[in-house]
């Protein structure tokens, strides 16, 4: 394995154009759970019940019920090794985009800055009556469902089944894939739309394509230049450490 990751440090030398794209197995470690797989929030929750825009404004106390206890993991929730490790790739000039499928906020509050959330962030709230925005902070969750003080719904800032991901991220995303040179997919099994096209983007625009996951994908065969089967928060500190080593300053 350590010959494999020094396989990949070497990519990173002389290129300026890299993209990560990750998922929900990069915050399994920091204790927020994956919404696939048999320990997944869906074999719990029938997405179309408790996920979809239709459903909240249904039923939004229903709803409300899964969302808080995803509340209560991701206000708990810390960085690990993996966040930090690609925080600091960005602050060696490594990455050029984050892109992550995540709504935990946690490459922020690793250090990371140029992050684009495909699926909005569970730290924000938002009014579906007057649109204003909220920290999480800011809410009190005494009510159910919380409302807003003009009477409106509030829903975390997060993209439902129905709802479109906003123009802005897809943009940012789909134009930096287009003319990346490496992209690192971490903790995704790339099977989710639009987030699962940016690799093939990256492929397509000549970028080698690593993947970084405890288990095969759709990508592993077809897609992924080198396949990296492990836990990220092992991998990509020692990715970090090698990159260092193996590359220009």
């Not at 990751?5 to 030398?13: H, L, Q, S, W």
């Not at 919380?146 to 995303?173: H, S």
């Not at 287009?178 to 983007?201: E, W």
Request: contains cysteine.
């Amino acid at each position: 394995m350590k010959e494999m990751i020094g396989k990949v440090a070497g990519f990173f030398n002389g290129i300026q154009n890299i993209v990560v794209l990750t998922g929900a197995g990069m915050s399994v470690d920091s204790g927020i759970p994956a919404f696939r797989g048999s320990q997944g929030l869906w074999s719990k929750y029938d997405p179309m019940e408790y996920a979809s825009i239709d459903a909240f404004c249904n039923n939004p106390v229903k709803v409300w019920k899964m969302l808080k206890e995803l509340d209560e993991a991701v206000a708990c929730a810390e960085p690990n090794p993996a966040h930090y490790s690609l925080a600091e790739l960005e602050r060696m000039g490594r990455v050029s985009l984050l892109v992550t499928q995540n709504i935990d906020g946690l490459h922020q509050a690793a250090g990371s800055r140029q992050v684009v959330e495909f699926h909005g962030s569970q730290r924000r709230l938002r009014c579906l009556s007057c649109g204003r925005t909220f920290s999480r902070n800011e809410v009190m969750m005494l009510e159910d469902p919380p409302r807003c003080l003009c009477g409106g719904l509030i829903k975390p800032d997060i993209v439902f089944f129905g709802e479109e991901i906003p123009e802005r991220a897809i943009k940012a995303a789909f134009a930096m894939s287009s003319i990346c040179q490496l992209m690192l997919v971490v903790g995704s099994s790339a099977q989710v739309a639009p987030a699962s096209h940016l690799p093939l983007l990256a492929k397509q625009a000549g970028a080698r394509v690593v993947e970084i996951n405890l288990e095969k994908t759709a990508l592993s065969e077809e897609i992924s230049d080198v396949v990296l089967l492990g836990d990220a928060g092992e991998i990509l500190p020692e990715l970090v450490e090698q990159i260092r080593e193996k590359c220009d300053d």
